[in-house]
């Protein structure tokens, strides 16, 4: 049997056959989306990654008969381990042909490298913040990814639970036919809640009168999540970084914002047309003809993704969501979107889930992340 060998990355020729094996690996699938070959490579750039400030990291390319076969990346977010005390190696970029030997070697080589720092646990796939991709597949393999969900075939969770780890978090979505008519409690309810509150909704005339509003809608974030388990607050280089990645696919007319009577903001919802199947037309190059394609997918479009949404902890239960769902149902229908998808949410988030109750939301996907202790992989091994 052909030797499994796991390099690490070490030059600019490896990092591209790390960036593009899952290109190669799903190129036949309909459903895989793929990323911006730039903004991969930006993300193993210490100047372009704010986060490997504070973080370790490595990546790996598994080889068989001198073909690449699998990848993964291994990462210690030092601000986690400080903030919240959590000690763990988080592997991502996980990648494999069906392959138990490939998928064996690469979970191996993430188990040598927490030995190696004296961690004893590891857990992915995730990337090194909250904000990054994260999850495997465990359902809708059958649906096309979303730009801020991970798409993986159907044997790569069969092949992490046969190597012995353990589900450790949950996430779901939903997609949701838009309805024709808004609900007439929903019409009424959002006019009441916004009279009692003094709340309003925010008009924008172009993109850059949104700018002022990127930072307060990172705090909310903070408000929003901070009693989720494993979130950490987000750094004022982790907001440029993002504002600088996502503002250019933002369009005006997908952002909502809601203010109080002084005008400061207690909620807001990003979302974006779809650009999937731009991403997979375009081969994860926005030149010299993927903006075509970013382009058609922003004016012709049946279906949007929701990216981010944050609610003020004082105003989740006093009907907020309405006001959000009337303005994004008046949007939604001049810009004749039909079907909507949610961005993954943590199974524990119920506050988030409660937002699509009324609107017959359809759970079509699920992913998690599987960790795994060292000593249980060393035995497991041995065994």
């Known amino acids: ?198 709340l309003k909704v925010l008009r924008f005339n172009n993109k850059k009168e949104i700018l002022p509003y990127v930072e307060p809608m990172f705090r909310l974030l903070d408000h929003s999540y901070k009693h989720l388990s494993t979130y950490t607050p987000i750094s004022e280089e982790q907001i440029q970084t993002y504002k600088e990645k996502y503002f250019p696919f933002i369009d005006k007319d997908y952002v909502i914002c809601i203010a109080d009577p002084h005008g400061e903001l207690v909620a807001f919802a990003i979302t974006m047309p779809s ?19 970013f382009l058609q997918a922003g004016k012709k479009n049946d279906r949007a993704n929701f990216y981010l949404i944050g609610i003020h902890p004082d105003y989740q239960r006093r009907g907020v969501t309405a006001i959000i769902f009337k303005e994004i149902f008046v949007r939604f229908r001049k810009l004749g979107i039909k079907y909507t998808e949610t961005n993954p949410e943590l199974e524990e988030n119920k506050s988030v889930q409660m937002l699509w109750q009324d609107y017959n939301p359809v759970n079509h996907k699920r992913r998690r992340t599987y960790a795994i202790q060292v000593q249980d992989w060393e035995f497991n091994t041995e065994n």
Do not use: C
């Open 1 to 198: 049997m052909p030797e499994i060998l796991v390099i690490e990355v070490k030059n600019s020729e490896e990092l591209m056959n790390f960036i593009k094996f899952p290109m190669e690996l799903y190129k036949n699938s309909k459903n895989y989306v793929p990323s911006l070959i730039n903004e991969e490579k930006n993300i193993w750039n210490p100047s372009e990654n704010p986060a490997l400030s504070y973080s370790e990291a490595k990546q790996f390319l598994a080889y068989k008969d001198g073909k690449v076969v699998g990848r993964i990346a291994v990462m210690i977010n030092h601000k986690e381990e400080k903030e919240l005390g959590i000690s763990k190696v988080r592997f991502g970029w996980l990648d494999f042909i069906d392959d138990f030997e490939v998928s064996k070697a690469l979970i191996d080589t993430a188990i040598s490298f927490a030995k190696e720092k004296n961690i004893s646990k590891i857990e992915g796939p995730m990337g090194f913040t909250n904000l990054d991709k994260a999850g495997m597949l465990t359902m809708g393999f059958d649906r096309q990814a979303t730009m801020i969900g991970l798409y993986n075939y159907d044997y790569y969770p069969k092949h992490l639970e046969d190597l012995g780890l353990k589900k450790e978090k949950e996430w779901v979505e939903f997609e949701i036919n838009f309805p024709k008519t808004l609900p007439e409690k929903v019409e009424k309810f959002s006019s009441l809640v916004a009279e009692k509150y003094g």
């Open 275 to 293: 650009y999937s199947e731009a991403l997979r037309k375009s081969r994860g190059k926005l030149f010299p003809f993927g903006w075509w394609h």
